[in-house]
């Protein structure tokens, strides 16, 4: 699959995007973002591990990780400045949050560390036009025994026909391109770098859960 590499004017139009959503972005979603609670659940972050998310918006999942698992340092990052104002009402000292990127960032410079234990990509990639650019990135940002877990839109196999064409073009109606070949991509990255991959599917197919470890 062809993809295209973040530009200034995807930030542009992720701010526009969410400029208006941010104020009621968590109370529509917890209706349609499956999975994101159970890829919480079973994150085993232990005190003292760092954890990053990936497109972290309004730092909804990282606030239920503090709090899911206690001790642990978290960190995200967002390509738009608008979702990181709710972010940082939310989580304010108890975590670390910076603009950026998710196909490319300095995590050195954004955050002073190389390394995490685990990264996180809830709901992202089928909103980032180089989403494998940063499936990459994310592995690449792993310390040594480190786990990348991932939760988003699946191929709804198990949804009538007539319901998975009108979820899909309600999704896109918000820039939302589910990966169907999550799966596959993930695959040859772990090959590629000898990673270990898992890969579940949700009830009906309506979610995929991804999880490389280092």
Known sequence: MATRPHTPDHAVLMDKVYRGQRHIYDLTRKYYLFGRDRLIRELDAQPGMAVLELGCGTGRNLELIRKAWPGTRCHGLDISSEMLKNARKRLGSDGRLALGDATNFDAPALFGREGFDRVVLSYALSMIPDWQGALTRGAAALAPGGSLHIVDFGDCAGLP????????????RFHVSPRQDLPEVAERLAHAHGLRLEVERGPVGYYQLVRLTR
């Open 161 to 172: 026909g007539f319901l998975r064409r009108l979820l899909y073009g309600w999704l896109a």
